[in-house]
């Protein structure tokens, strides 16, 4: 039986004889540099707010889904970076999602999907992305240097997702991201666990900033994966689930949310 990221990676495939570029970039907002934001952040790790609507593993999230509010609210709480899902099947997100908000937002924005060809790359930028996702799991090494080398042609930036120690040394055999994201939540059982974190952060090299991705609830997570080494969150369901995100943002950044 397929694991669901088994079967999200066979739906790509069968999008992609259905992707049609647009002539040029969808957006005139200018390209914003998300390792620059996150390495400037004034909070004591970088934050990756996401937008993010449904998932396999929760279902619904949001049923008053307002993508561009939502992204308005995350930047207000001082977010140095926002993540779009733009996966309609499985995440119920939308491309057109990530265009709306690049043209009212100032920060840089990362299009979180599952790429698996070069087409996706260019799509990304011609969607108006600043940074893509690129995960490790689903691709090899080759492929994963070659979309990451496109990328930064195209003036993106890239997070790269690792999630146990072969991915990751597998991802530093052809590159060393800027960006190196550990995702706690494991992409076949939807498990999720902040020691992922902890185990692999001894791993990443100087020249790359580690960014903890799912399972981040608590101040206490913060402090938890600060220590381990992390430079940076990414975080989508707790932010998603506030009903005022910006003060849980500050809240959670302040060390006022501790359960």
């Known amino acids: 039986m397929k694991t669901i990221l088994e079967k999200i990676t066979d739906t790509k495939k069968d999008e992609l004889t259905r992707i049609v570029l647009p002539a040029s970039r969808m957006t005139d907002a200018p390209k914003r540099s998300l390792t620059e934001a996150i390495r400037h952040s004034d909070w004591p790790v970088g934050v990756i707010a996401e937008v993010k609507k449904a998932s396999p593993s929760r279902g619904v999230i949001s049923q008053d889904f307002d993508p ?24 119920q997100g939308h491309s ?3 265009t709306r908000i690049k043209q009212t937002s100032s920060v840089p924005l990362l ?8 087409l996706q790359v260019k799509e990304s930028e011609r969607m108006g992305a600043d940074a893509i ?53 494991d992409l076949h059982t939807f498990h999720t666990d902040l020691a992922v974190t902890e185990q692999l952060a001894h791993l ?8 903890s991705e799912s399972g981040i609830r608590t101040n206490a997570d913060i402090k938890r994966i600060q220590k381990a080494g992390s430079k940076g969150i990414l975080a989508g369901e707790s932010f998603m689930l506030a009903e005022d995100k910006t003060r849980f943002i500050n809240e959670l950044m302040n060390g006022e949310v501790t359960s």
């Open 68 to 91: 561009e509010q939502i992204a308005k609210a995350y930047e207000q709480a001082g977010a140095n970076g926002i993540s779009i899902l733009t996966d309609e099947q499985y995440f």
């Open 96 to 98: 057109e999602y990530l």
């Open 111 to 118: 299009r979180k999907d599952f790429i698996i060809d070069s």
């Open 133 to 185: 996702l690129l995960i490790a799991a689903i691709l090899e090494p080759s492929a994963l240097q070659e979309y990451y080398d496109e990328a930064v042609e195209l003036g993106m930036d890239v997070l790269v997702e690792v999630h146990n120690q072969k991915e990751t040394e597998d991802v530093l055999s052809v590159v060393t991201p800027a960006l190196l994201g550990v995702n706690n939540r």
């Open 204 to 211: 990443i090299p100087d020249e790359s900033m580690l960014i």
